[in-house]
């Protein structure tokens, strides 16, 4: 056994138990266990980490370690690329819809097993979106989220402030329901598919041709924007405090 000291940044610390957090602590190792191995042993998925320095030196998750050493281990902060696509797990549906509304491809199914969605993070590239920290351990998972947040509105501004989403935001442009592409439609081509009071005040309607489903620019259009500025100001005004998260479990 060798023995090295640890000390996790920022959000990691919420993946430890209290008395490890935002403070330097010495911990056994195996004597062939490498970085990755124990910052995951020690509760935090390979998927939230940044950066890694081991004795103020940037290291891989494929280091051995060895006695003595001291290990600061610092969040992921930026987004990985312009077309970053996600799937969420199964209880993350209000979050899928919030992503799909804001622009972004999102894979969701209420019935999704781990299994099932670390294979299409694996096969597609997706970044796996989930409050299940043992999915974003499993070997196929590359890259991952962990959210922080309960409710689905904070989730959003969360992956925003987190992966610096707000540039990549194409609101209204994907199906809520099928995750695909939305055209835009005559008027006159979905009139007997409007309700009446929608008839009488819209006038701009974009559809989905897997679903034939119609959207316009109603109350949720109004909610989204506000949602994105929220995120927009959040974003710019740097890390989330507290009380900006403030349905965090304890």
């Avoid at 969701?108 to 694996?122: H, L």
């Avoid at 309960?150 to 987190?162: D, H, K, N, S, V």
Wanted: aromatic share 6%.
């Amino acid at each position: 056994m060798v023995q090295a000291s640890f000390r996790f940044v920022g959000e990691l610390n919420d993946f430890l138990p209290r008395e490890r957090r935002d403070r330097a602590f010495a911990t056994p190792c195996a004597r062939a266990a490498t970085t990755k191995h124990m910052v995951e042993a020690l509760g935090v998925p390979h998927t939230e980490v940044g950066r890694i320095l081991v004795n103020g030196e940037a290291s891989r998750f494929d280091r051995l370690l060895e006695d003595g050493d001291d290990v600061l281990v610092c969040p992921l902060r930026d987004s990985a690329a312009a077309g970053i696509r996600f799937v969420a797990d199964a209880h993350l549906g209000g979050l899928a819809r919030l992503l799909r509304m804001a622009g972004f491809d999102t894979l969701y199914e209420n019935g999704y097993q781990d299994e099932e969605i670390a294979a299409i993070a694996g096969r597609e590239t997706r970044t796996v979106l989930t409050r299940d920290r043992e999915l974003l351990k499993r070997r196929e998972v590359e890259h991952g989220c962990y959210l922080h947040t309960i409710r689905p509105e904070a989730q959003l501004r969360e992956l925003f402030e987190r992966l610096g989403l707000a540039a990549l935001a194409r609101p209204f442009t994907l199906c809520l329901h099928c995750n695909l592409p939305l055209r835009p439609v005559a008027r006159e081509e979905v009139l007997e598919r409007l309700p009446e009071s929608v008839r009488e005040q819209h006038t701009e309607f974009t559809t989905c041709d897997a679903c034939g489903r119609v959207f316009w620019k109603g109350s949720h259009h109004k909610r989204m924007l506000a949602m994105l500025d929220a995120a927009n100001a959040l974003e710019s005004s740097g890390s989330p405090t507290k009380s900006e998260f403030s349905d965090k479990r304890p």
